[in-house]
């Protein structure tokens, strides 16, 4: 059985330590985390902050042994699907991670800047996907 829920920033350091070197979180009171959960197990999360009409993912990953079947993009559309009143969402992704360049294309995302030296000598890319404000 498959479940997005949100959760505590207690309860995803562990996992996101995994994907991302630098992980931070629970910072701010904007941000909000949801984990995918197939038969009780964490297998994703989305980690982002909603600052008034802006939406920014901070993190987002997959559980290696279960990425290419559509869990980054059900996550997407679920924090998607809960924002109301953003007319943006942005993200900052290191120009060589090709996989997830092309996972946030494939989403809607263009690239609109380069951030030099975004990570410790690396550069990132600025993303953003527009919204239809309702
Ligand atoms: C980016 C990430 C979250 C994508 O999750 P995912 O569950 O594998 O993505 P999906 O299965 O929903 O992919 C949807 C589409 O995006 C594109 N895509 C996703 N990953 C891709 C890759 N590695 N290479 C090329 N295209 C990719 C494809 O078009 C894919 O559709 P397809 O499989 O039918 O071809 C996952 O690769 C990940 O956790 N990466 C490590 C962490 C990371 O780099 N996060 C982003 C930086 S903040």
Do not use: C, Q, W
Not at 106 to 117: D, L, Q, S
Request: aromatic share 16%; glycine share 8%; charged share 25%.
């Amino acid at each position: 059985m498959k479940e997005i829920k949100k959760i505590n920033p207690h309860d995803i350091l562990d996992y996101g330590i995994k994907y991302f070197p630098n992980f931070r979180t629970g910072s701010n009171p904007f941000e909000f985390i949801y984990a995918y959960y197939l038969d009780g197990k964490m297998i994703g999360f989305i980690d982002y902050s909603i600052i008034y009409e802006k939406a920014e993912i901070n993190y987002i990953a997959v559980s290696e042994e279960y990425r290419r079947k559509g869990i980054g993009e059900e996550l997407l559309n679920y924090f998607i699907s809960k924002l109301n009143g953003v007319s943006s969402v942005s993200l900052e992704v290191n120009v060589n991670n090709e996989g997830a360049i092309k996972f946030y294309l494939k989403n809607g995302f263009v690239k609109k800047a380069i951030r030099k030296n975004y990570y410790n000598g690396e550069d990132a890319y600025l993303m953003v996907k527009k919204l239809e404000v309702i």
